[in-house]
């Protein structure tokens, strides 16, 4: 079986930008970050419903760690101010932990479930955590240069939706 | 023969922001474009604790006990690492929107409001959403180009959205938001610690040293000690004020911004939906709790095709746009005069921070 891990520097090689979609915040808890679980139209035929809201539930859940009030946070905001705030200079903050986590879980997410399916997900930090910018991408060369049948298309770009079915 | 190694100079992401901000030490340092009046609170703490600790102290480090210069100075390096903490860091700017995201959140305002026709003005932009029961109307930012997030607000002198925007200090040179405001609270907190501090010791002082040699001769001794207690005086009323203003305003999970616009003064039984209802909590969770990094990534470095195009400049862009009359006073409750925080030299200068001072003001 070729390898599942569809090459992004292929992707993009291979492929050109058709449209992004933008998903927004969801403010109704109040100030903390969190994205809309609404599934855009524009998707509907490049990736299933449950995999896309999987994702945004997940990243929901870790803005949600990175914010949360409690013990720990509380204990390193003390700590902070007692060291007038040079602690920083060494240590990282709880929050830039979980942003790292986010984003090595963003790439993995593009690497097994997004770029297959012609996809890419963006970094919210990278939009100033306003948006998960989704780009979607139209497969323009005739050969197969991406792996498998997993892969985006077989070449033209009528073959996204082939691409989503091959992929079930 | 000697091999020549020509160095790219890298672009770094600050270079290119758009805003009205000065960035120092390669865009590790971030503050607004006015900053005299910062340079006048550096030189005001710098000066009056330098006479304190070059005339006083030693008198009241022999005559009393060397715990005074001490505590001193403890009080002195805190507010001074608070005080450049709060001018230097991002307040918590939400960066402008990419032409595609732009485009984005047209089409659906279109969609939502129906194309307007060439030459009307669109009406205003709006996005309601329901938090802990109350209905919260997010405002779209005309210069950003975005919807801005609850609590956060448009600073005309910067030129950015700021997110929990509270107002913008020309006695920091900086706005303060959700990243700096407890390094804010902190400062005004020490600062008036430390005043208090040294008007007390040097009443302590002059009332030492006349006993023994009387009050003129001491004043001719040390003529620092009336400067230092002028200072002092106009400076108690001013920033202790103001410490219990934000205290108050920490307590009740506020900013100024939304005390001067009376955002939830109870009439119309609107609550502060952002409150815990509890003072230790709300104390916690604004001096205590996570503080999310910077979103502008400053120092990142600009691929070289990008660095050679430059972000449209605000100045052409706001006076293009009908309804960016509205956004400059977003910041200030509209019978307040949005000049204040811009033309800072008409204040008197002893006072710190003056919006929220009015704001005391106003609500006696």
Request: hydrophobic content about 35%.
């Amino acid at each position: 079986m070729a390898t599942e891990v569809h090459n992004l520097q292929e992707l993009r090689r291979s492929a050109s930008l058709a449209t992004k979609v933008f998903i927004q915040r969801d403010y109704s808890d109040g100030t903390i970050c969190q994205f809309q679980t609404k599934f855009p139209p524009e998707l509907d035929s490049r990736i299933e419903r449950q995999l896309f809201e999987e994702t945004v539930k997940t990243l929901n859940g870790f803005y949600a760690e990175a914010e949360k009030i409690g013990g720990s946070s509380y204990l390193e905001g003390c700590l902070a101010c007692a060291t007038a705030y040079f602690i920083f200079l060494c240590m990282e903050t709880h929050y830039e932990k979980v942003l790292k986590k986010i984003s090595r879980y963003i790439q993995e997410q593009n690497e097994k479930i997004f770029a297959p399916r012609g996809l890419l997900l963006t970094d919210p930090v990278e939009r100033g955590m306003r948006v998960i910018e989704i780009s979607i991408y139209e497969d323009r060369c005739s050969s197969g240069s991406s792996s498998s049948g997993s892969s985006s298309g077989s070449g033209s770009s009528s073959s996204a939706g082939g691409g989503g079915a091959g992929a079930r | 023969m000697s091999v020549m190694v020509v160095r790219k100079k890298v672009t770094r992401k600050w270079e290119k922001l758009p805003g009205r901000n000065t960035f120092c030490c390669d865009g590790r340092v971030m503050m607004a474009r006015q900053k005299g009046i910062f340079y006048l609170t550096l030189f005001l703490i710098l000066g009056t604790c330098t006479l304190f600790f070059a005339f006083e102290c030693r008198y009241l480090a022999v005559q009393l006990s060397p715990a005074i210069p001490v505590f001193a100075a403890m009080l002195f390096l805190f507010s001074m690492a608070t005080l450049l903490r709060t001018s230097f860091s991002d307040p918590g700017v939400i960066p402008r929107a990419l032409p595609d995201e732009a485009a984005f959140i047209e089409m659906e305002i279109e969609a939502t409001n129906g194309a307007v026709p060439q030459g009307q003005r669109p009406p205003p932009r709006i996005k309601n959403f329901q938090i802990n029961n109350q209905i919260v109307k997010l405002k779209y930012c005309y210069t950003c180009k975005i919807f801005r997030p609850p609590r956060a607000s448009h600073c005309s002198i910067c030129d950015n959205c700021v997110e929990r925007f509270d107002h913008h200090c020309p006695w920091v040179g900086n706005c303060v938001g959700k990243r700096n405001y407890r390094y804010f609270y902190l400062f005004i907190l020490s600062l008036s610690l430390l005043t208090i501090y040294v008007f007390a010791f040097n009443i302590v002082y002059v009332a030492l040293k006349s006993l023994k040699i009387g009050f003129l001769e001491t004043l001719k001794e040390t003529p620092g000690t009336v400067l230092e207690v002028l200072i002092c005086f106009f400076t108690l009323w001013s920033v202790v004020g103001l410490t219990g203003f934000h205290t108050f305003l920490v307590a009740l999970n506020q900013t100024t911004n939304e005390d001067i616009k009376g955002s939830w003064t109870g009439k119309n039984r609107v609550q502060n939906p952002y409150s815990h209802g509890n003072i230790v909590k709300n104390c916690c969770e604004v001096l205590c709790g996570p503080l999310p990094p910077s979103v502008l990534d400053r120092r990142g470095i600009l691929p070289l095709e990008e660095s050679g195009s430059r972000p449209p400049s605000t100045q052409e862009t706001s006076s293009s746009l009908l309804p960016q009359s509205p956004v400059p006073t977003e910041h200030m409750n509209a019978n307040e005069m949005p000049e204040d925080t811009s033309t800072p030299e008409e204040m008197p200068p002893p006072e710190p921070p003056e919006p929220p001072q009015e704001a005391v003001e106003a609500e006696k």
